[in-house]
């Protein structure tokens, strides 16, 4: 049964005030909150087994190892990866995506063409672009409408043998929209040779992921916004394309034998894992998939589903509010402005101060801030431990913040 109460208390920091009120947390797009599970993982990984993995003889090396190795086996489970060698630990998606430009730079000529999607974050902009500036390929993109929903008839006329990469966003970061990746990525593999790349980061919390099912190349996420600690990421890649392209890093760990002369570089997946990675944080990231997969994928999605149609409602009462993307299919994210407020941080700052945290700003996606000609929104995202009460207290914090501003 899903018992909200009993899931909040798993997480200490919602029981606090800010500002002298109940601390309503929905910035959870930037990153979640980490409940006991998590906690208690990181905990005992420092007290009991802290060192090195692949190195030592020692009992403690070993154990370590284990652990991260287990971590590795429970997450490609998750993400239903066909091998857990296909599963590399990284920092995160923006690692992720950096790594997956770089070590594709010398499958890419002058010319080739890289199609992304106008909502994409800056970290799936960036890496590409400077791809571009390392190769002379170019960088395309699939338009969008008012309603933020892609326009991927764009493909039909874009897709040929130049287009190397396609890589866009699951699900939307600053507006929440669920991309239609199915039909991106089968258009895609009729169209031509690419290969796609789907950053996972907003949709990993949210919905069930399936690597082999989706088709993709590669899959990038970040732990933190699924209830791990900060500085874990995951970054899947097919075997085929992991064995072909060049490493990202170079150090200790991904090397099969090193001298002066000739290096050569360790089996997958250390081959990108080069020096000392995150232990307690890559074996906190299991313990975060433990989490979620207590409480079911299921209800996760449904209770978050019904907060954002329940938030959407009552936000659109309010005279003069504009929900970007209202009209696309969504998960997580409720990103508004309201009439005649043109600086959204000055609602966020008014929302501060009766304890609800969201982000304002461009949410690092300005594309989508000049389509749409504003700075930024005020973004309220949801996360499993969120309650319809919350959705009250921000929409009531709304109302005053446009009372105090207007
Ligand atoms: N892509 C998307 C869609 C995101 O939401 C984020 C984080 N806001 C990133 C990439 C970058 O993730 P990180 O900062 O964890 O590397």
Not at 89 to 96: D, N, P, S, V, W
Not at 324 to 333: D, L, M, S
Not at 397 to 405: E, I, N, P
């Amino acid at each position: 049964m899903f018992d909200i109460q009993n899931i909040r208390s798993q997480f200490p920091i919602l029981s606090q005030k800010i500002n002298g009120k109940d601390l309503v947390y929905l910035d959870n797009a930037a990153t979640s909150q980490k409940p006991l599970l998590v906690l208690d993982c990181w905990m005992k990984y420092y007290t009991e087994i802290n060192a090195n993995v692949h190195r030592g003889i020692h009992t403690l090396s070993q154990l370590a190892t284990e652990e991260m190795e287990l971590s590795r086996r429970k997450i490609q489970k998750f993400i239903n990866a066909k091998h857990d060698f296909e599963v590399i630990f990284t920092k995160g998606t923006t690692e992720g995506l950096n790594l997956i430009a770089y070590s594709l730079t010398n499958l890419i000529k002058k010319d080739d063409e890289i199609i992304i999607s106008y909502l994409e974050h800056h970290s799936n902009i960036v890496p590409w672009q400077m791809l571009c500036q390392r190769t002379g390929a170019k960088l395309k993109v699939i338009p969008m409408d008012e309603n933020g929903v892609l326009q991927i008839d764009f493909l039909d006329k874009n897709l040929s043998e130049k287009t190397k990469i396609v890589s866009v966003n699951q699900v939307s970061n600053a507006l929440g929209i669920v991309n239609p990746i199915d039909e991106i990525i089968s258009k895609t593999r009729a169209n031509s040779n690419a290969l796609i790349v789907i950053d996972g980061a907003q949709s990993v919390p949210h919905m069930k992921i399936d690597v082999q099912k989706m088709d993709c190349d590669f899959f990038v996420f970040s732990g933190h916004k699924m209830y791990a600690p900060m500085g874990t990421g995951i970054l899947y890649g097919k075997e085929e394309i992991l064995r072909k392209i060049q490493p990202f890093h170079g150090g200790g760990e991904m090397i099969a034998s090193c001298s002066f002369e000739k290096t050569t570089y360790a089996d997958l997946p250390f081959k990108f894992e080069a020096g000392t990675p995150n232990v307690g944080g890559n074996i906190s990231l299991g313990a975060a998939i433990d989490f979620m997969e207590n409480i079911g994928h299921e209800n996760i999605q449904n209770h978050e589903n019904a907060l954002l149609d329940y938030a959407q409602k009552k936000l659109l009462e309010i005279d003069g509010l504009r929900i970007y993307g209202e009209k696309a299919k969504r998960t997580g994210v409720v990103s508004f402005n309201l009439e005649g407020i043109g600086i959204a941080s000055d609602v966020g700052m008014i929302l501060d101060k009766l304890g609800i945290a969201v982000r304002t700003g461009h949410h690092c996606t300005q594309p989508i801030m000049d389509f749409f000609d504003i700075a930024g929104t005020v973004r309220a995202s949801f996360a499993v431990y969120n309650t319809f009460e919350e959705v009250d207290i921000l929409v009531e914090g709304v109302k005053k913040a446009q009372k105090m501003l207007s």
